[in-house]
C-alpha cells in the first residue's frame, strides 16, 4: 500500500468513526427531549478536532510502521495518486454541494440553527466518506 | 467494477526482456511500484509524459509499448 492510499484509509475509517460517534452522543444527549434542543455546537467542535488529529496521528503511526517494511515508499506519491484524489474530491464534492442547497432550503424556512449546521457538518461527513470510499476503490480496482 | 481500458501494453514483456524489475524500471520513469503494477495490468492509463518515458527506457517507440486495437480496424 502506498504512502497517499495509507492517508485515504486514514481520513475514511476515522471519518467514519467521529460521525457515528456524533450521531450517537447527540442522540444520547437529546434522550427524550427533541434533537434541537441539543447543544450541538461543542459536541461538533471536538468531533471536527478529533477527526483532524486523529487521521494525522493515524496517518503517521501507520506511516512508521509501514516504513519499517518499506523505507523507500515513505512519503513518495506520484500522477497515479494525484488523479486518484482528483476523483474523489469530485465524487465527494458532489455531497457538498447537495449540503449547501440543503442549507439554503432550510434558512428559507427558518429552521432551526440545529438542523443548519447539521445538515451542513453531515454533507462535510458524507463527502469525507464518500470521497474516500470512492479513492479506496480507484487504489484497489483501478482508474482508467 | 471499472471498466478496463482498451489500450494495452507490452510493458512486462519488455521489462522481462530486459531484465529489469518493477521495482527498478518504477524507479526510473519515477512512479510507485504500485503505480507500475497497475500500468502492466491496464488498470490505470498513464499520462502521455510517463507513457514517453517508459518507451524511452526500453528504447521503443509509443506504439510499440501501447496498442490500441481500434487503429487495426
Not at chain 1, 444527549?29 to 459536541?43: C, F, S
Amino acid at each position: 500500500m502506498v504512502y497517499e492510499e495509507r492517508n485515504k484509509w486514514s481520513a475514511l475509517v476515522v471519518a467514519f468513526i467521529t460521525t457515528v460517534a456524533y450521531v450517537v452522543v447527540v442522540v444520547q444527549t437529546a434522550g427524550d427531549q427533541p434533537l434541537a434542543t441539543v447543544e450541538w455546537w461543542p459536541i461538533m467542535a471536538w468531533t471536527i478536532g478529533i477527526s483532524v488529529l486523529g487521521s494525522i496521528v493515524v496517518s503517521v503511526l501507520w506511516g512508521i510502521i509501514a516504513g519499517i517494511f518499506d523505507p523507500d515508499g515513505v512519503g513518495t506519491s506520484d500522477q497515479r495518486d494525484r488523479d486518484i484524489s482528483r476523483m474523489g474530491d469530485r465524487v465527494g464534492s458532489s455531497f457538498m454541494i447537495m449540503g449547501g442547497l440543503g442549507v439554503i432550503v432550510l434558512c428559507a424556512l427558518e429552521a432551526d440553527t440545529f438542523w443548519i449546521a447539521n445538515v451542513m457538518f453531515l454533507s462535510f461527513a458524507l463527502s469525507a466518506i464518500v470521497g474516500g470510499t470512492a479513492s479506496v476503490i480507484a487504489y484497489r480496482r483501478g482508474l482508467v | 467494477m471499472v471498466k478496463p481500458t482498451k489500450v494495452t501494453n507490452s510493458i512486462r514483456t519488455l521489462r522481462e526482456a530486459e531484465g529489469l524489475t518493477q521495482a527498478e524500471l518504477a524507479r526510473r520513469i519515477g512512479v510507485t511500484r504500485q503505480t507500475l503494477i497497475a500500468i502492466e495490468q491496464g488498470k490505470y492509463s498513464p499520462t502521455l509524459e510517463l507513457a514517453f518515458q517508459i518507451s524511452r527506457v526500453f528504447g521503443s517507440g509509443l506504439d510499440e509499448v501501447f496498442q490500441y486495437p481500434g487503429e487495426q480496424n
